[in-house]
């Protein structure tokens, strides 16, 4: 069965503190892995996308990883801010579909002063 | 640039009663357009799925229905709401036959059912 899984389900860190959050698929084929950022009562923004062959991504303060072989993939988070307080979802593509992505149920991140 | 709206933000209805919401976008041609179910503290759920007018795939049975009466507009509905259908509501759109096929969100529609 196709599926995303994401942990911790929450996190609580002092602003200006790392974290990672952690994604575990069994999505196959795979596609490709992206990570969003939703805050609270709006719609998911894209951060990062990966493809089979990349292991990293960078996108300002985010660096995304993954794993293929694993099946597993990070998002790691430089110099928190209260800004970054958000819920980080991670989606898997499938190969055989252009349509249908496969949606982790998040990580709920709380960036506190 | 692309953007896409959503209506109403909030709504609340009383069980049994229909439901409409509207979703377009401006400044693309032919787009995938999808609705997802968000309820609260959990991930999305894909309901519908179009590629092109009159063309809409169902990912799950439910008393919802989708529309897409033109290129840039989709439509959910439903013709009586049951209390589990509220959530928050997201319309999205992606480039078709896009090999990088992220998806665009929309503000959100927050439904409650009482």
């Known amino acids: 069965k196709n599926q995303v899984e994401q942990s911790p389900q929450s996190l609580i860190i002092l602003e200006g503190k790392n974290c990672t959050l952690q994604c575990n698929y069994t999505v196959s084929p795979f596609s490709n892995l992206r990570w969003y950022k939703q805050d609270t009562g709006r719609g998911p923004v894209s951060l990062t996308i990966m493809t089979f062959s990349e292991n990293t991504k960078s996108n300002g303060r985010y660096t995304a990883t993954l794993d293929a072989d694993t099946k597993q993939s990070s998002l790691h988070i430089t110099a928190s801010q209260l800004s970054d307080s958000a819920s980080y979802i991670c989606?898997?593509?499938?190969?055989?579909?252009?349509?249908?992505?496969?949606w982790g149920a998040g990580t709920k991140l709380i960036i506190k002063p | 640039s692309q953007t896409i709206h959503q209506w109403p933000a909030t709504l609340v209805q009383p069980v049994g009663s229909p439901l409409s919401l509207e979703c377009t976008v401006e400044g693309t041609s032919n787009p995938n357009l999808y609705w997802y179910r968000q309820a609260a503290g959990r991930g999305l759920q894909l309901l519908f799925y179009?590629?092109?007018?009159?063309?809409i795939s169902s990912e799950v049975p439910q008393n919802l229905s989708a529309s897409r009466p033109q290129d840039r507009q989709f439509i959910l509905s439903s013709k009586k709401l049951l209390l589990s259908d509220s959530g928050f509501y997201l319309c999205a759109w992606s480039v078709r036959l896009a090999a990088d096929n992220e998806q665009f969100f929309g503000p959100g529609t927050r439904l409650t059912v009482l």
């Open positions: 989606v898997v593509s499938h190969m055989d579909s252009n349509y249908q992505l496969i």
């Open positions: 179009s590629v092109g007018i009159g063309q």
